[in-house]
């Protein structure tokens, strides 16, 4: 075995990843051959060797112009919310909709040592996100009376832990048949001075998950793609398991994407704030792509027109409708979507087999997002959003500036006061409110089940 593994590493110089295989164990040696077998050594070297050819994204957003939008003031959009509503209902109700959730983060950040699926967000009921994001997908299949699939995606950190969550859980209520689980695939970190992919341990590679864009590669390699296509599943409604107040298959944004003949429709919100940590969508020659907000300069981010409004406005929340046509053709191409690089503090092991703890960036980092699918989208466009209705991302610890669990539950009792005065009921000042998506997916749906004149007076959970 050690002698077919040197075959593969010689002709790119990474032998040093046997350096310990005397001191491993049978298993030890099986798990090392299992992940550099996996590696694509050519892809790897490719990637170092381009490590210098970045895009010049100065120049980029100087070149930038805002994205066509359906925008929330009704400005020069091409179609009434009528319109898309009607045609976004129909979509669901023939079963051409299905959804994927990206579940692959851990709530490291939140002090919560296992997937942030399992976060126990909400402000009444201590539901878990996933218990309220897959209320929604079946809220909105009952409500068009259909099947609507989950196409889950995972890491290889959460994997284990969320698939055994699911069956305890009986997949809050989702047939058996409509979850499909996957996980994205892993890059390794290599050292950035010469190249080397790091050991984290004697006998284990330094790996990450290869990014949300890894999601491509993962369904054709997983079948989750052609299970899609064998349902008749048209388009994919793709969100991120952090945020909560996500309108999941809303039928209005669904029809608009429909109606514009679209491959690819972001979700975006207008930013107040020109250096808010969200990418922009901006259109380049014709197609529209994201510039992270990392890589947008600031006189570009300050940028405003005549009228005071940003220029760059477009801000993305990672909420997104996909045909399955644009899916397949990419996932057919030779290099998928292009690798990201971010240089990184990584723990590895020396050549003397020492734990060194780096305190500088000493490695590169390799990412796809699944935002690259833009530029290759036919008639893409964007759909500007109320973040009060649809943006509340759990991202940070107690005490943190924003996306904190505080803020994220004030928004949900917000959002779900709001659904309860409109249906006529009066909810006593600073009275805790929840309703469960099973009980009423939004607005209107509300106010078919609560008399008019209901008083709330108390933290209240509304559910089946």
Not at 138 to 145: C, E, N, P, S, W
Not at 374 to 383: D, M, Y
Not at 409 to 421: N, S
Request: net charge neutral.
């Amino acid at each position: 075995m050690k002698e077919s593994l040197l075959a593969q590493l010689k002709p790119f110089g990474q032998e040093h990843l046997l350096a310990f295989w005397d001191r491993l164990d049978k298993a030890g040696r099986t798990e090392l051959a299992r992940q550099i077998e996996a590696l694509d050594m050519p892809l790897v070297q490719r990637l170092y060797e381009r490590r210098n050819n970045r895009s010049d994204f100065r120049a980029l957003a100087d070149r930038a112009s805002p994205p066509p939008a359906i925008r929330r003031n009704g400005a020069n959009n091409p179609f009434t919310p009528e319109q898309a509503r009607a045609q976004g209902a129909a979509a669901l109700a023939a079963g051409q909709i299905g959804t994927i959730l990206v579940a692959g983060g851990q709530g490291t950040r939140l002090g919560f040592p296992h997937p942030k699926g399992m976060y126990p967000i909400g402000p009444v009921s201590k539901r878990t996100l996933f218990e309220i994001l897959v209320g929604k997908i079946g809220a909105a299949a009952r409500r068009y009376g259909v099947r609507i699939p989950l196409y889950l995606m995972t890491s290889p950190a959460t994997d284990a832990e969320t698939r055994a969550f699911f069956r305890e859980q009986r997949r809050f209520g989702l047939p058996e048949e409509d979850l499909f689980v996957f996980c994205q695939g892993t890059m390794p970190a290599l050292d950035e001075a010469t190249g080397k992919i790091l050991l984290e341990t004697p006998g284990r590679l330094a790996l990450s998950p290869d990014g949300h864009g890894g999601m491509l590669a993962a369904l054709a390699r997983s079948g989750a793609l052609d299970d899609l296509e064998s349902r008749g599943i048209r388009h994919l409604f793709y969100f991120q398991v952090d945020n909560p107040l996500v309108e999941v298959c809303g039928p209005e944004f669904l029809g608009y994407h429909l109606l514009a003949g679209s491959e690819f429709t972001p979700q975006v919100i207008a930013k107040q704030d020109p250096l808010a940590r969200l990418g922009v969508v901006v259109q380049v020659d014709g197609r529209l792509q994201v510039i992270e907000y990392s890589d947008l300069h600031e006189d570009a981010a300050r940028r405003r027109n005549a009228d005071g409004t940003l220029t760059h406005w477009a801000g993305s929340p990672a909420i997104h409708a996909i045909s399955a046509v644009l899916l397949r053709r990419l996932a057919g191409s030779a290099e998928g979507l292009p690798f990201h690089y971010a240089r990184k503090k990584v723990p590895y092991v020396d050549a003397a087999g020492r734990q060194i703890t780096p305190g500088e960036p000493n490695a590169l980092k390799f990412e796809r997002f699944i935002f690259d699918l833009l530029p290759a989208a036919r008639n893409a466009l964007v759909v500007e959003i109320d973040p009060a209705e649809g943006f509340a991302p759990l991202k940070n610890a107690p005490g943190a500036v924003e996306d904190t669990e505080e803020m994220v539950q004030k928004m949900m009792i917000a959002q779900h006061r709001r659904w309860l005065e409109r249906a006529g009921a009066d909810v006593a000042e600073g009275a805790a409110v929840e309703i469960s998506p099973l009980y009423a997916l939004d607005a209107e749906g509300l106010k078919r089940k609560i008399a008019a004149g209901l008083r709330i007076t108390e933290p209240t959970y509304l559910r089946e």
